[in-house]
């Protein structure tokens, strides 16, 4: 049905220009909470200006344009300057990086249901988003967080998430931004890949068809995923191929075809596993995807950049080649070319 007053040639060129061949997207968007628990791990000062000084970091990191499509980023870091004193909107569009922006205010519990989680920020959420796109940002991003424990998730939990994400979905598209739908089914846990398996086909079946409902237009949004694995608590172990296999077998079963690309989260997996799983489904499916297929990695692309900068001027060149090195590694993967030990 078209019955909207966005311009939808517009949302197309942008999912599409996320999706160009051979990058993928950094989440930068960690919220002030998540990003000091990060800080703390590796010793740095949790403040705003530490805060600041690390995304600078990343963003003017040499050639990450040549990996990196677009960058999703956190609200403090866009009413923040760069070194230099731009914006770091304008540092990113120079460097050829599409901005964006995480929309959603974060997870409660949600109420009567213990273990659950509901995302908040649908309240302003219009205002919030013209605001965002007159600054220059081009998608948005929100988080809805999934977790497999002992007779969860509830069908109410996922009916819950999925019309808030689908609310969202018509907010963004409204205001001109891409949406990027995260359904993520968390990796904590003691389950197996066909618990992941049969949680994210429940999540993913309930999230197209509040999208339809919602009069979401597929073409202009954006899936990003957990891929389907076993919990990190988990007796099982499973090989890239057991991995590679289920998420494209579950991602196959429920996005329908008009969607334009699907990045996934790394969602605690490390760094050298996350970028095997993207390059095996490449490998072994690369021609029969029919959307385009990469990342949208936090922990996995920055995590060894931050043990090496430590909060230190005289580390920052080596963080950001290792930084460059992730986002190279990633790049690769997503075209089936990966190797590891990568030059
Ligand atoms: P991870 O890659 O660390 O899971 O983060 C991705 C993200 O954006 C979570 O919302």
Redesign the pocket.
């Known amino acids: 049905m078209d019955n909207k007053n966005f311009n939808k040639e517009s949302l197309v060129n942008i999912a599409n220009s996320l999706m160009v061949a051979g990058k993928g997207l950094i989440?930068m968007?960690e919220s002030n909470p998540t990003c000091n628990k990060r800080f703390a791990q590796f010793g740095i000062p949790q403040t705003a200006e530490l805060r600041r000084q690390y995304r600078d970091l990343i963003v003017t990191t040499p050639d990450l344009g040549k990996y990196i499509s677009g960058a999703?980023l956190y609200d403090e870091t866009v009413r923040q300057r760069t070194n230099d004193g731009s914006s770091f909107i304008d540092k990113m569009v120079n460097a050829g990086i599409i901005p964006g922006i995480k929309a959603d205010m974060g997870t409660v519990d949600l109420a009567g249901f213990p273990g659950e989680k509901i995302t908040e920020g649908l309240d302003g959420l219009r205002d919030r988003l013209n605001e965002y796109a007159g600054l220059g940002l081009r998608f948005a991003?929100w988080?809805a967080v999934i977790t497999i424990g002992n007779g969860i998730p509830t069908d109410t939990c996922i009916a819950a998430n999925m019309q808030t994400l689908a609310q969202y979905a018509a907010f963004c598209q409204e205001a001109g931004m891409v949406p990027i739908v995260?359904p993520?089914v968390l990796m904590d846990g003691t389950h197996s890949i066909s618990q992941c398996f049969e949680v994210t086909e429940r999540v993913l079946t309930h999230l197209f068809n509040k999208l339809y409902k919602q009069r979401i237009d597929l073409e202009g949004i954006l899936l990003k995923p957990n891929m389907v694995l076993a919990g990190v608590d988990s007796t099982e172990k499973n090989s890239v191929m057991d991995v590679a296999d289920a998420t494209v077998k579950c991602l196959l079963r429920c996005v329908p075809a008009e969607v334009p690309g699907i990045a996934f989260?790394?969602?605690?997996q490390s760094t050298e596993l996350a970028t095997e799983h993207l390059n095996a489904m490449h490998v072994k499916y690369g021609q029969r995807l029919p959307w385009a297929l990469t990342f949208?990695?936090?922990?996995?692309l920055q995590l060894p950049a931050l043990e090496i900068w430590k909060g230190k001027d005289e580390n920052r060149l080596a963080a950001q080649q290792a930084l460059l090195y992730r986002a190279k590694c990633n790049s690769a993967a997503r075209m089936g070319e990966y190797k590891e030990g990568l030059a």
Do not use: H, N, Q, V
């Open positions: 989440a968007d999703i991003k988080r995260e993520e989260l790394s969602g605690g949208s990695f936090s922990r996995a």
